[in-house]
């Protein structure tokens, strides 16, 4: 038996070192990989332990992700689909093995399609099917078809592959991340940090304040002092702003080996629907470049092909006897004061003077009335802004200050509704009691923050986005031109505040001024109709949704999550986007939600909204895809028919990347330009809606349209369901009911319930009739998530067996709307 997993490991080496060399498969490690599929269906019965069949998983997985050229049009790509197709077979013999017994139909149904699909996709596509495949094994798990294969199934899914991106690896403590899963992928970074040889220079590494991320912290320490490397270890939990300024800045002129930051940002440590911590926090692990900016795509894909050799070949083992050097570091005193010195320029303040930024944010915010409220969230942005505070003399209150590792009565350190409800309180409260007023939020790490304006309400992302631009181009112009960028799916009206006249020669335009931005020009991006000039303005930059491809010299950069880039920085720093925003408050002399009116009366008015759904995977997927199927090929004359409107818009431009986003541009009836895109997010298993548009009902209805389609979607997956285990593993992946204000559409409503209870109906059968199987998904539901049992059964579903039970829904209350 040894050779056989001896032929597959060789195989497997030669095949993925000819792929990342960018050269034609091996014909002999192909045909050693044909042979191994046939000499595995040979093997006697009950012959493989788990260890065997997580090697064979593992090996076949790293073939069917790695094997494959960068451009699938190139001269080896049919070859290479061969390989995967080979890959395939093996997939399809390991799970036919006798060892699996009872679980050939789930393998059937629900695996192997997704294997299958993964063969003619290019490597996003293949990672994607791959690890979906892998999370439906966990599942099965917990079934009663999937108990007695519990300890094969957890072997195998430890071997997921480690996917590294630039925005780092993200899993769920004991589900996705294990301890040899994250020596795995802590080795494969040191290893491509010290690719050139020993490493002398000091690594940084900090993490945020989310339970465990010290002790993730200490493993990459002990790990990379094992090897020789000297660390510059945080002292507490510390916000990656203020880790990347001691990088760049307090560390200098010194050489680094960059920043290892152990932070999962704004992802939650407890389950939404629990409301309680289950145990399964989100980890994280990212890498900075010594010069703050994100590692390149091609060192990424090496660190994640090579943790996934690592969880093949090597033992897990602890590391060895230190030998480099640790030194603690806390950059809040040095960090603070450079916050406190970005004030001094001078800038023209609504009195008509000019005078020193600081000294008009401490005498506006240091009156007796002043109130700078902020919630801290529990997280590593503790402490900063209030030694600011003290540096200025601000009249500051604290929400959240507290050490809390699971982040107290908040589902996450995320700085979005439903977590401001506090804060917005708080701010009610004051209002008509103190002014100037103003709430901010921050999330984990302090990368992302948050705006409540002065009537206590939640200023958009795209709205402070569309104030700190107007700022830089205005009283906080540096003097020099620069670009202004965003996000893809960030607000339009950044546009337009680049095309004032007033604005004109102060920003740079983009390179490619003229044509489409880079991501509609990538390979795998489908234009579906109609004209993509429309969806961005022209003088401004649009880069990828997170940040990572920054144009020089900048002025400001932000996307829809918050993030935000200022100048010269190379990362996303929210401490200091917020202390801008303090500034421009006190320049104007308003609040936000003052300011915010101002600047829509000097361009087109605009209403924001977002909406975030989650789904199981097939139907995240299909809400992408069956836009993108609708749309493709329409020419312009057929746009205008009624079956193509969207939320009663007429699409002007749809465009996308399928499993991604789709994104749009429309016409409201008026005649008013609105945008609308879909996008997915990772890790979380969920779609975030961005629409922006002239009038609140119009972003409502075109919310409301993609909500609906989601929930016919979630409708037609509980209608497939072949037994009741599918039914809970769809209801447990909908979003949860404490997440909106009303049953709104796609999440777990009682329409839905009645859905799930109409599949049960048809899936009855004598002495197992609907009530007892809706009782069954009810307790299976509630061991997962409590709160989303009791809002089952809160339809009063199974009274009447013969009858399916939707009661009419209730008034959707939207956020932002008065209750």
């Given at each position: 038996m040894a050779d056989v997993w001896g032929v597959l490991r060789q195989a497997r080496h030669g095949l993925v070192r000819a792929a990342a060399g960018g050269t034609a498969p091996s014909r002999t490690a192909l045909n050693a990989l044909e042979s191994w599929a046939e000499e595995l269906s040979l093997l006697p019965d009950d012959s493989l332990s788990a260890d065997h069949l997580a090697q064979a998983w593992g090996n076949l997985q790293l073939i069917m992700i790695e094997c494959g050229p960068a451009d699938e049009t190139s001269d080896h790509a049919p070859a290479w689909r061969r390989v995967r197709r080979t890959a395939e077979e093996g997939f399809l013999v390991l799970l036919a093995r006798p060892e699996w017994s009872s679980l050939a139909a789930d393998f059937r149904e629900a695996v192997l399609p997704r294997l299958a699909d993964a063969v003619v996709l290019p490597r996003a596509g293949r990672i994607a099917r791959c690890i979906e495949a892998v999370r439906y094994l966990r599942r099965l798990a917990y079934r009663t078809s999937g108990m007695p294969h519990a300890w094969r199934i957890h072997r195998i899914a430890e071997m997921q592959y480690p996917l590294f991106t630039r925005e780092g690896w993200y899993a769920r403590e004991d589900i996705?991340?294990?301890?040899?899963?994250?020596?795995?992928?802590?080795?494969?970074?040191?290893?491509?940090?010290?690719?050139?040889?020993?490493?002398?220079?000091?690594?940084?590494?900090?993490?945020?304040?989310?339970?465990?991320?010290?002790?993730?912290?200490?493993?990459?320490?002990?790990?990379?002092?094992?090897?020789?490397?000297?660390?510059?270890?945080?002292q507490r939990d510390t916000p990656t702003p203020a880790a990347l300024d001691y990088l760049t800045l307090t560390l200098g002129e010194m050489r680094s080996s960059g920043l290892i930051d152990c932070s999962a940002g704004h992802l939650p440590v407890k389950d939404p629907g629990a409301g309680r911590y289950t145990g399964h926090a989100y980890l994280g692990i990212r890498y900075c470049l010594p010069s703050g900016h994100a590692p390149f795509v091609e060192m990424t894909?090496?660190?994640?092909?090579?943790?996934?050799?690592?969880?093949?070949?090597?033992?897990?083992?602890?590391?060895?006897?230190?030998?480099?050097a640790v030194t603690i570091f806390n950059p809040l005193d040095a960090y603070v004061q450079r916050l406190a010195e970005a004030g001094g320029y001078t800038a023209m303040t609504v009195n008509g003077e000019e005078e020193i930024v600081q000294d008009v944010v401490r005498a506006y915010w240091s009156q007796p009335e002043a109130r700078i409220v902020i919630d801290e969230m529990h997280g590593a942005t503790r402490g900063y802004l209030r030694a600011f505070r003290e540096a200025l003399n601000l009249n500051c209150e604290v929400l959240h200050g507290e050490v809390n590792p699971i982040f107290g009565d908040l589902g996450a350190a995320n700085p979005e509704p439903p977590n401001l409800s506090d804060l917005s309180a708080r701010i009610r409260e004051m209002r008509g009691e103190r002014a100037p007023l103003i709430g901010l939020a921050f999330d984990a790490d302090g990368r992302q923050f948050a705006v409540v304006d002065e009537t206590g309400h939640y200023l958009p992302h795209g709205a402070v986005l569309a104030l700190l631009t107007d700022f830089l181009l205005n009283e906080g112009y540096p003097g020099e031109p620069g670009a202004v960028a965003r996000g893809r799916a960030t607000t339009r009206l950044i546009d337009r505040v680049v095309a004032l006249p007033e604005y004109d020669g102060r920003t740079v335009p983009p390179g490619y001024h003229g044509h489409l931005p880079p991501y509609m020009r990538a390979h795998d991006y489908r234009q579906l109709t109609g004209d993509p000039r429309v969806l961005h303005g022209r003088a401004i930059h649009v880069i990828d949704e997170r940040l990572l491809s920054m144009p020089d010299p900048l002025l400001v950069v932000g996307n829809a999550r918050g993030e935000v880039m200022l100048g010269s920085l190379a990362y996303v720093d929210g401490l200091r986007a917020a202390i801008m925003l303090l500034q421009l408050c006190a320049v104007r002399g308003g609040g936000v939600r003052e300011l915010w009116t101002a600047l829509q009366g000097r361009v087109t008015p605009t209403h924001l909204e977002r909406l975030e759904l989650n789904a199981p995977d097939e139907t995240r997927r299909g809400l992408l895809n069956r836009y993108m199927e609708r749309y493709h090929g329409l020419n312009d004359g057929q746009l205008s028919l009624p079956e193509y409107r969207l939320g009663g818009c007429t699409v002007r431009f749809a465009g996308g990347v399928r499993d991604q986003f789709v994104?749009?541009?429309?016409?409201?009836?008026?005649?008013?330009?609105?945008?609308?895109?879909?996008?997915?997010?990772?890790?979380?298993?969920?779609?975030?809606v961005e629409v922006e548009a002239r009038d609140a009902e119009i972003a409502h209805r075109l919310l409301l349209a993609v909500a609906e389609r989601m929930e016919e979607l979630l409708g037609e997956e509980l209608h497939r369901a072949?037994?009741?285990?599918?039914?809970?593993?769809?209801?447990?992946?909908?979003?949860?009911?404490?997440?909106?204000?009303?049953?709104?559409?796609?999440?777990?409503?009682?329409?839905?319930?009645?859905?799930?209870?109409?599949?049960?109906?048809?899936?009855?059968?004598?002495?197992?009739?609907?009530?007892?199987?809706?009782?069954?998904?009810?307790?299976?539901?509630?061991?997962?998530?409590?709160?989303?049992?009791?809002?089952?059964?809160?339809?009063?579903?199974?009274?009447?067996?013969?009858?399916k039970k939707i009661p009419p829904p209730p008034r959707v209350h939207w956020e932002g709307e008065e209750m």
């Open positions: 996705d991340y294990t301890p040899r899963r994250a020596q795995a992928v802590v080795r494969a970074l040191m290893e491509e940090i010290s690719i050139n040889g020993p490493i002398r220079d000091p690594l940084v590494v900090s993490y945020d304040s989310r339970v465990h991320a010290d002790a993730l912290a200490a493993l990459v320490t002990e790990i990379a002092t094992s090897i020789g490397i000297p660390v510059h270890l945080a894909e090496r660190i994640s092909r090579r943790a996934a050799e690592w969880l093949l070949d090597e033992e897990s083992c602890p590391p060895g006897a230190t030998s480099g994104e749009w541009a429309l016409l409201d009836g008026d005649g008013y330009p609105a945008y609308l895109s879909i996008n997915q997010l990772f890790p979380e298993s969920a779609v975030r072949e037994n009741p285990w599918e039914v809970v593993e769809v209801l447990a992946n909908v979003t949860s009911p404490l997440l909106t204000a009303g049953e709104l559409p796609g999440t777990l409503n009682c329409r839905l319930a009645g859905e799930a209870y109409s599949r049960l109906q048809e899936l009855a059968r004598p002495g197992r009739e609907a009530p007892d199987l809706m009782r069954f998904v009810t307790d299976r539901l509630r061991e997962l998530q409590p709160e989303k049992a009791r809002a089952l059964a809160a339809c009063h579903l199974g009274e009447a067996p013969t009858e």
